[in-house]
């Protein structure tokens, strides 16, 4: 259940993180950003927030859908759960890559930058998602 939990977690920095912290004055409503900036923090935010809704819906998958014998219940928390972990990791580790391209930074100079603030953000939630999954599989 703690797995669950976890990653429930991580569901919910991924449904509520990106849209809290970029649409705002920094990113989306930025007027030194062009549109095409603001298409991809758009594309970035829908992709944060169907990624937690998935996270979420198999993280719980096996506890709302019943199989109706242990032999299918018990794949279908194995791989709901990995699924789970997936999502629930991709978008911090692409996060975490996005540093390294070149010209990139994790905050902008007119609000403090340069610096990547969200890796520990970034870490943080991706850890929650493979621990998730970890202590969920552990659990048998």
């Not at 920095?13 to 849209?19: R, S, T």
């Not at 391209?101 to 100079?109: E, K, V």
Request: overall charge positive.
């Amino acid at each position: 259940m703690l797995g669950k939990i976890l990653l429930t977690i991580d569901a919910l920095g991924l449904l509520f993180g990106a849209p809290l912290a970029d649409y705002n004055h920094t990113h989306m409503f930025n007027p030194r950003w062009p549109p095409h900036a603001k298409f991809h923090n758009a594309q970035t935010i829908s992709l944060s927030v169907i990624l937690g809704g998935a996270t979420l819906w198999y993280a719980w998958q096996s506890s709302i859908m019943k199989p109706k014998t242990p032999v299918l219940a018990a794949q279908l928390k194995r791989e709901s759960l990995r699924v789970a972990a997936f999502t629930g990791s991709i978008y911090w580790l692409a996060g975490l890559s996005a540093i390294l391209y070149p010209g990139t930074m994790g905050l902008d100079p007119e609000f403090g930058g340069p610096g990547f603030p969200q890796r520990p953000i970034f870490i943080g939630f991706a850890c929650l998602a493979l621990t998730g999954w970890f202590l969920e599989s552990a659990e048998g």
